[in-house]
């Protein structure tokens, strides 16, 4: 099993333009989540979905759209990237239940010039 | 004042010894706690859940003290491999238990 695995690993972009981050499980999980890590920071919850279809903000929404079309898949995306999103964005799974393990992907560096 | 807190350190020990690490959190009705661990430039991965009973594994003891607000986490006998920075996560939101909050994080440094 591969676990969580994201595409790509690194970016550097442009301000103004657009990207999109993939993120994709193969444990079946239900819950997919979106994290940025900044120095100092610790992990920031973008968006989050409890299952194919469903999508809701999590603590830092603005600037970032996602989707769950397929349950194994979780993207991630910049319409317009601007500096302040240059960061390390992390993905993460987790199976049903209160309190179950989220595990990680291997994160994507973005920076954005 | 922020959700969760951490002392963001460095913690810089030898090896063997024992070192603990706080963190706070603002939600006096949060109901799951978890230890983290993130090694340099990788993903955060589980080191332990924390249960109001406290739970040990190995050399790791962590701890819950609802009255004050904090959990902690103890490392006794501290390797080389221990190195690495502790993230505290906490539920905040209670309507929803997928809406964690991560600490800043602690760094530790275990020298020979």
């Known amino acids: 099993n591969a676990g969580v695995t994201q595409t790509p690993k690194f970016r550097v972009l442009k301000t103004g333009q657009s990207m999109t981050l993939l993120c994709a499980q193969d444990?079946?999980?239900?819950?997919m989540y979106w994290y940025r890590q900044d120095p100092g920071m610790g992990l920031r919850l973008i968006h989050y979905?409890?299952?194919?279809?469903?999508?809701a903000k999590g603590e830092v929404p603005d600037g970032y759209n996602v989707s769950r079309l397929k349950k194994q898949n979780f993207l991630l995306g910049l319409e317009s990237a601007a500096p302040s999103q240059t960061s390390v964005y992390f993905c993460?799974?987790?199976?049903?239940?209160?309190?179950?393990?989220?595990?990680f992907g291997p994160g994507t560096r973005l920076t954005v010039l | 004042r922020k959700e969760v807190e951490q002392d963001p350190g460095p913690f810089n020990v030898p090896e063997g010894a024992t070192v603990a690490f706080n963190c706070t959190y603002s939600?006096?009705?949060?109901?799951?706690f978890f230890w983290y661990r993130q090694d340099c430039r990788k993903e955060p991965k589980l080191l332990m859940s924390?249960?109001?009973s406290g739970n040990e594994d190995g050399r790791f003891t962590a701890q819950l003290n609802r009255a004050s607000q904090y959990i902690s986490l103890l490392i006794r006998d501290s390797k080389l491999s221990d190195s690495a920075t502790y993230l505290c996560?906490?539920?905040?939101?209670?309507?929803?238990?997928?809406?964690?909050?991560f600490g800043a994080g602690t760094r530790l440094t275990v020298k020979p």
């Open positions: 979905s409890v299952g194919e279809g469903t999508t």
């Open positions: 924390v249960y109001s």
């Open positions: 996560v906490v539920n905040v939101n209670l309507r929803d238990n997928n809406d964690m909050r």
């Open positions: 444990m079946n999980h239900e819950y």
């Open positions: 939600n006096s009705a949060s109901q799951s």
């Open positions: 993460a799974s987790s199976r049903l239940g209160r309190g179950a393990e989220q595990f």
